[in-house]
């Protein structure tokens, strides 16, 4: 596959996957639902689900692997979901700080991100260099997913974890 065009349809994945998952709590409450996507409106919230969302697209790119000679899934996995929040906040955070929340501007801007993200990481998808970095990518995807998972339920009292519509820190049950 070309690097546009996998780049192009990745990014189309991850972006559905984003607005797919994005109720997910609301329709599954559950304590393990809670850990890996957003249970409020929160930054952080909305981030933790972007790299879960990244990460569903990779594992299962890690099963079909083979199919298409894709060598380093998991670093390119953690390589294009930090690369892709960090410049999503780079850009999201003064402007929202600024100008407040703009639902049109955020999507154009994460769909944005997402294509920044898998632009950054596919070089390394089928270079056979990096092999030795898949163990310690898992590792350090884990422990994301471990400090997502407690500040979920204890997160800091920080503007990146406030929840605007429900004026709260916690997690939002219905």
């Not at 189309?12 to 409450?29: G, K, N, R």
């Not at 600024?98 to 920044?116: A, Q, V």
Request: aromatic share 22%; proline share 2%.
């Amino acid at each position: 596959m070309k690097k546009n065009k996998y780049i192009m349809i990745s990014s189309i994945i991850i972006y559905a996957l984003t607005f797919i998952s994005h109720f997910l709590f609301d329709v599954i409450q559950n304590d393990i639902i809670a850990v890996f996507f957003n249970t409020n409106e929160s930054i952080f919230q909305h981030m933790k689900m972007v790299f879960t969302c990244f990460f569903v697209f990779y594992f299962i790119l890690f099963i079909v692997r083979r199919r298409f000679h894709f060598e380093n899934v998991f670093l390119t996995n953690l390589i294009a979901s930090i690369s892709c929040i960090a410049f999503f906040l780079i850009i999201y955070i003064p402007t929202y700080l600024r100008f407040g929340e703009n639902m049109i501007f955020t999507f154009i801007l994460l769909w944005i991100s997402i294509l920044f993200g898998q632009y950054i990481s596919s070089p390394i998808l089928k270079k056979t260099d990096y092999k030795k970095t898949e163990i310690l990518s898992i590792i350090i995807i884990s422990l994301i997913f471990v400090i997502g998972g407690y500040l979920t339920y204890y997160p800091i009292e920080n503007f990146i974890f406030w929840d605007p519509q429900h004026e709260t820190y916690e997690r939002v049950l219905k």
